[in-house]
């Protein structure tokens, strides 16, 4: 099923709120990492749990910043199924995923149905073991 223009105009406008909100929270974070160096966080004093926690810090940061990086590669992709009339196709079975599910998450490429079962499938992808 097609969306209707006034349905495209809000998912346009619910992409564009996201992409500003994530630019300012990237923007400030970069801004807060460049303020604060390792020998900062770390202090005069090199003791092993300061080096610690500062190696923490900066490793949190730069999560944080590759989080919102792959976020607004995502809403770039949204906008591309956007404007070629598939954003709410889904990828895996084909059928339509649903305009409010779109409007609340605007970046979705699955179906609830869908989404369920690759969360289910993948859901200790990344988890580290033993």
């Known amino acids: 099923m097609q969306l209707t223009p006034a349905q495209t105009a809000a998912l346009t406008l619910e992409l564009d709120k996201r992409d500003r909100q994530i ?9 807060q990492s460049g303020n604060e160096r390792y020998t900062d966080l770390v202090g005069a004093v090199h003791d092993p749990g300061d080096e610690s926690v500062a190696d923490m810090l900066s490793d949190l940061n730069n999560t944080l910043v590759a989080r919102h990086v792959q976020e607004l590669r995502e809403l770039e992709a949204a906008r591309k199924r956007l404007s070629d ?7 895996d079975c084909g059928l339509e995923i649903g305009y409010k599910r779109l409007l609340a998450y605007p970046t979705a490429v699955r179906c ?8 289910k499938t993948h859901q200790h992808a990344g988890t580290p073991s033993l």
């Open 85 to 91: 009339g598939t954003i709410n196709e889904c990828i």
């Open 23 to 31: 630019r300012d929270d990237l923007r400030s974070l970069l801004m």
């Open 112 to 119: 609830i149905e869908c989404q369920a079962q690759f969360e």
